[in-house]
């Protein structure tokens, strides 16, 4: 009789475990569909605030000549010329032939990647 409630309270047991676990994605945990809505992707609304958190800090007015490799991202005009040139996309995705970035860190969510790309997709305007 011992090992039938043994063998009962352990089935509850995984049970319980299996069906209280919830698998997410990392990279869609607190998105929604609509989070990432790039339709009407503006650089003050969704661009800038993804280079503030994830580039200013080596790449704005004040650190890109010490520690931003003199490009400064803040600057609208040399934002626009990476952003044409490929430079942009191409570092914070991580492709093949460009510098990584942000640096020494993890390439930036799928969400923002896909708000830059729209902004530049759409002439990477001044808006």
Excluded at 37 to 45: E, K, R
Aim: glycine share 8%; proline share 4%; charged share 20%.
């Amino acid at each position: 009789m011992k090992s039938k409630a043994r063998f009962l309270f352990i089935a509850l047991l995984l049970g319980f475990v299996f069906t209280s676990c919830e698998w997410k994605n990392e990279e869609e945990e607190g998105i929604t569909v609509t989070d990432c809505d790039t339709s009407q992707v503006t650089l003050s609304g969704d661009v800038k605030p993804i280079l503030q958190t994830n580039c200013y800090p080596c790449h704005s007015n004040t650190a890109a000549s010490s520690i931003g490799a003199g490009i400064n991202l803040e600057d609208y005009e040399s934002l626009k010329s990476r952003a044409d040139g490929g430079s942009l996309l191409g570092s914070i995705s991580h492709m093949s032939g460009f510098s990584p970035m942000p640096k020494g860190a993890a390439q930036i969510s799928k969400c923002n990647l896909d708000f830059v790309k729209a902004w530049i997709e759409n002439g990477a305007p001044n808006d």
